[in-house]
């Protein structure tokens, strides 16, 4: 990553970061929300920080598959974008923000300048644009934790000789230090004895900086980092403040956003909006939702609008954890036909598949939304069993819920899986059962190349037809029936009794002819078709 004197903030030292970051936010999520007291004491900081972080991360893997010699303007945009999709709460909002900067700063340096002059001045950027983005900034926040790295990130870089390693140092320091003033700035912080929860996260992510360049992790923690001690508000948070957080992403032109922040400031506080051409993510606490939904739908489209009553929010809280019954399973669906299957085996649906893989985020709102006492979470997807894995790590920390993940490589693995789920056996007897199910359905698909590639089938060409066997490319050919065929010979020749076909989009008629070419070539195999609706795959295969 560069000479030692100006380590370099290049593809792959930021694909090392994102994964500290998230293991470094994952650890300390309790901890910063027991910290959470300001703007509201809902405890939810550290939580949405960390999803902010694993939807930017999430984003720039599916980018970049994890190739370091990837474009990095390119995986740049892709992080900042997924980072703004992804953020939540009012912590999540001004960090998606700073994320958005700093990769902007990276992906168009100057070229006269060195990689520590550039983080120095990332930092500046993502401090000044934070500040920008909250309706009235307060100090004793991460703003002023933010804004003291960026100044000593500055200073350093003119003072180090270009040492990013230095910069990065000091950078880090300097929002260790600034967060233990926290309590001194803001009231609320030192009446309940701990500092600013969002700040502790920021100091997070900086020590997971310096330790993805370095190599080292910072051993200065701050000594106020602690459990609250003084009870603080729950049902009545905070006294004459209002009492809902209102949260949407909004498509709209830049020039409609002043008026905006305008409407909204005059609705309510904690006002955020970040984003720019032409998407943008807005944040804001009020006692009138419709009004502040009103005024998204005035600048421009509004969607993915969440709305939390923040007295509800640890009651419920409370009573979901008192509550929860039952098993229930999560299943990630590729299609509308996919999606009615899974629904009718019982499963909640999240919906998947290539180009629009779930969040952590998004797996984790329907594992709480289950209510159940024991979820099993059916991913589907080889790229989604790491989120399915941090999300249900999340719900298991966050309440008093069982959650285990089956990995399921493809959809019809689900199929097999869920086929054999029993709510009547134990949850550790209906685990094995499904896994063991999920693992012997071996699996296989047909879909259209998109780009010239070598493949383990040899090469091909954009328009071949790709035959898919374990997620590897098994053949390679020109008409989508003859490849179909030779995939189904393939899996039937390791032993089946039955066979499941998926039809995708368009793939109705192929998989008709899949069926009688099974019944005509292996009579005592049986066969079974679905609609599945997915995408990119015509046709997906199962053999049980």
Not at 126 to 137: D, K, Q
Not at 324 to 337: K, L, S
Not at 346 to 373: N, Y
Request: glycine content about 12%; charged content about 20%; hydrophobic content about 45%.
């Amino acid at each position: 990553m560069g000479d030692k004197r100006d380590q370099r903030f290049d593809l792959a030292a930021i694909l090392k970061f994102v994964d500290i970051a998230t293991s470094a936010l994952g650890e300390a999520r309790e901890e910063i929300d027991a910290l959470n007291v300001y703007p509201v004491p809902d405890g939810d900081t550290g939580t949405n920080m960390f999803l902010t972080v694993s939807a930017a991360r999430e984003a720039l893997m599916e980018a970049t598959g994890g190739d370091p010699t990837a474009d990095l303007a390119v995986a740049m945009a892709t992080f900042s974008r997924g980072a703004l999709l992804g953020a939540r709460g009012n912590s999540g909002v001004i960090l998606s923000q700073m994320l958005g900067a700093v990769a902007s700063r990276i992906a168009d340096p100057d070229p006269a300048a060195r990689h520590a002059q550039i983080f120095g001045q990332a930092l500046h950027e993502a401090t000044v644009a934070s500040y920008a983005a909250v309706g009235t900034p307060v100090e004793g926040t991460m703003l002023t934790v933010s804004r003291a790295a960026a100044d000593a990130a500055i200073e350093a870089a003119a003072q180090s000789g270009n040492r990013t390693t230095a910069v990065l140092g000091a950078a880090a320091q300097a929002a260790r230090e600034a967060l233990e003033k926290t309590p001194t700035q803001l009231k609320a912080l030192a009446d309940a004895g701990v500092v600013d929860a969002g700040g502790r996260g920021l100091c997070v992510i900086l020590d997971a900086a310096e330790t993805a360049l370095t190599g080292r992790r910072p051993i200065d923690r701050p000594r106020t980092s602690r459990q609250i001690p003084v009870p603080m508000p729950t049902n009545d948070l905070q006294p004459g403040g209002p009492s809902y957080e209102v949260m949407y992403l909004l498509d709209a032109d830049d020039e409609g956003i002043s008026g905006l922040k305008e409407t909204l400031a005059g609705l309510g506080d904690s006002l955020v909006v970040v984003g720019g051409e032409g998407l943008w993510n807005v944040h804001v606490h009020v006692d009138d939702v419709g009004a502040a939904i009103e005024a998204g739908i005035v600048a421009g489209r509004p969607h993915r609008v969440r709305v939390t009553h923040f007295a509800e929010q640890v009651e419920e809280a409370q009573q979901n954890a008192s509550s929860r019954t039952g098993r229930r399973i999560v299943a990630v669906a590729a299609g509308a036909g996919l999606r009615e299957l899974f629904e009718e085996a019982g499963a909640v649906v999240v919906t998947g598949g290539p180009g629009q893989r779930p969040s952590t985020g998004m797996l984790l709102e329907a594992i709480e939304d289950c209510a159940a006492a024991e979820v099993v979470v059916l991913p589907n997807d080889s790229d989604s069993v790491r989120v399915a894995e941090i999300a249900a790590r999340t719900a298991e920390e966050s309440g008093d819920v069982r959650v285990a993940v089956i990995p399921t490589q493809a959809q019809v693995q689900g199929l097999a899986a869920i086929a054999v789920h029993e709510p009547g056996r134990s949850f550790d007897q209906d685990l094995l059962h499904m896994t063991a199910t999920a693992r012997h359905a071996r699996h296989g698909g047909v879909t259209v190349a998109a780009k010239q590639a070598i493949t383990m089938a040899g090469p091909c060409e954009p328009g071949d037809v790709l035959g898919v066997i374990e997620g590897d490319f098994a053949l390679v050919g020109q008409d989508l029936f003859e490849v179909a065929a030779g995939i189904i010979d393939k899996l039937i020749g390791g032993g089946g009794e039955l066979i499941t076909l998926v039809a995708g989009v368009d793939g109705t008629d192929l998989a008709a002819r899949c069926e009688q070419y099974v019944e005509s070539a292996y009579p005592i195999v049986d066969v079974v078709v679905y609609d599945g609706g997915q995408e990119r795959y015509p046709l997906l295969l199962a053999v049980e």
